[in-house]
């Protein structure tokens, strides 16, 4: 079963395309045009073992907001598509990651029922050229587009680089997780509901 997808995603704001293979190598190619937003999906893919190639152009002459919230759209819609029926995935996972004096934990559940909880408290109004509060946004719109919930937890750290990267992370070994299929269960939905 191959477990691939590709999405494109054309506004007036955004032309956006990805590809995924969640039974990958971790193997990315990532444009943005936006340095920091790039360096956080390569972790996501690297760590993840997702490879996810993400091409953007965006108005990033206005400001970064439409690029950064639309390739969480796209990548969280290529994700949920090559993630298919879900049958026979764990569904849950939950990830502690330590970077440096951070501690960061991401709990998710691959439940057709997306949800947010972002507790992220950070010092800084930028990383790089982007707006700390964009990173919110993003996985506002990763969560929603895949249908997944998502609960991300900064529990200590001082570096706000630091606390968004362990997010990232512990993310991709969420997600690493969560989507891999359990061979006890093989074709099994993990739901009582008989769907999800």
């Known amino acids: 079963m191959s477990r691939k997808a590709k999405i494109l ?39 993840s073992l997702i490879d996810i190639k993400l091409m953007a152009k965006g108005d990033t002459h206005i400001d970064l907001h439409h690029t950064t919230e639309d390739s969480g759209i796209v990548l969280g819609e290529a994700i949920k598509k090559a993630a298919g029926s879900r049958k026979g ?36 109004e930028k990383l790089g050229e982007m707006d700390t509060e964009l990173f919110k946004e993003w996985f506002q719109a ?15 750290g001082e570096n706000s680089h630091h606390k968004i990267e362990s997010c990232f992370k512990a993310l991709a070994r969420s997600l690493r997780e969560a989507l891999e299929l359990d061979k006890r269960v093989k074709n099994i939905l993990p739901s009582t509901k008989g769907k999800l």
Do not use: C
């Not at 960061?104 to 559940?109: A, E, G, L, Y």
């Not at 919930?149 to 200590?156: A, C, D, G, K």
């Open 9 to 47: 995603r054309k506004t007036k704001e955004t032309n956006i395309v990805a590809e995924v293979n969640l039974d990958g190598k971790g193997k990315y190619q990532i444009k943005t045009k936006i340095g920091f937003l790039d360096h956080m999906l390569e972790q996501l893919s690297k760590h």
């Open 89 to 124: 995935i764990r569904r849950y996972a939950s990830a502690v990651i330590p970077m440096d004096e951070t501690l960061t934990r991401v709990s998710i559940d691959i439940s057709n029922r997306p949800y947010l909880i972002w507790k992220v408290d950070l010092k800084v």
């Open 142 to 156: 990763f969560s929603q587009s895949a249908g997944i919930t998502l609960h991300v937890e900064n529990i200590y």
